[in-house]
């Protein structure tokens, strides 16, 4: 382990209990309830440190901070931290004093929820190892790595729908089809800025005013020519009889009543 590593801090849980435990008998695993769990041997503060690959379960006096036993993890799960066979909130930890001498010991924590913490602390640390050497694998041996291989292979095609490509370039490049006149004369509007000019029909042609045929009169002068056009004659108007009953009115000057009836003959 470098000098030059920093130690970070992975998890922190105010309150913890540390129990003695029996001899393990058999290799059916560490059970709980044999332990005085209702008489610990210590109460304190867990602290979980990581210092390069290495993870520290300290514990660690609750108000001064002083250093009661210190359990380093290499490995999890491991021989250094395992989990009881009837709870989840007991665990057994194996502690070093820095001079070779080895114990283990039980903690347990009250809530279920700073169990959970432990354990998850811990996973995180060393899936965070794991891949660190895969990582430091790749850099060492960069050929033995998989290989992504995107040329094609022998005989291998490839089909490309450019239909809806084809659709859009033809809309694109074909002119818009200019709507056909109605009559025989198409008109087509002043440019912008400019003075409207008389219509003055060919020699010969009329124009249609009001359903009619119309020649329009033409006087020449020195100014150009002009057109004169005939005015609509005004629509005759339909008047109320004063019985209820409507007139009909053609413009005759004779009408006739038909008797019994209301109405106005014309």
Same mark, same amino acid.
């Given at each position: ?168 370039? /033809? ?5 818009? *089809?200019?709507?056909? @006149?109605? +009559? #025989?004369?198409?008109?087509?509007? =002043?440019? &912008? ?16 005013? /009001? ?5 329009? *009169?033409?006087?020449? @002068?020195? +100014? #150009?020519?002009?057109?004169?056009? =005939?005015? &609509? ?34």
């Amino acid at each position: 382990m470098d000098e030059g590593e920093y130690e970070s801090v992975l998890c922190v849980k105010p309150e913890v209990h540390v129990y003695r435990i029996p001899p393990r008998a058999t290799n059916r695993g560490y059970r709980a309830a044999e332990w005085q769990l209702d008489q610990p041997s210590w109460s304190g503060r867990l602290r979980i440190t990581a210092k390069g690959q290495v993870a520290y379960i300290k514990l660690e006096d609750r108000t001064s901070g002083e250093l009661f036993a210190q359990a380093p993890v290499d490995q999890f799960p491991g021989t250094a931290v395992e989990s009881v066979t009837d709870s989840s909130r007991y665990f057994v930890i194996r502690i070093e004093d820095g001079t070779g001498r080895r114990a283990f010991i039980g903690i347990g924590f009250g809530d279920r929820g700073d169990a959970f913490d432990f354990n998850v602390a811990l996973q995180d640390h060393f899936k965070w190892v794991k891949q660190q050497c895969e990582f430091a694998k790749q850099a060492q041996n960069p050929d033995q790595g998989p290989k992504l291989d995107l040329g094609f292979k022998e005989g291998q095609t490839i089909k490309l729908n450019i239909a809806n490509m084809k659709k859009k370039e /033809g809309a694109a490049g074909t002119p818009r *089809a200019r709507p056909a @006149s109605t +009559g #025989g004369l198409s008109l087509l509007p =002043p440019p &912008p800025g400019g003075k409207t000019s008389t219509l003055i029909p060919p020699p010969g042609e009329q124009f249609s005013v /009001g359903g009619s045929l119309v020649q329009p *009169a033409v006087a020449s @002068s020195s +100014g #150009g020519a002009t057109v004169s056009w =005939p005015q &609509p004659k005004p629509a005759t108007t339909a008047t109320t009889d004063i019985w209820g009953d409507f007139t009909k009115s053609t413009g005759s000057t004779s009408s006739q009543t038909q008797p019994g009836t209301g109405w106005v003959q014309f």
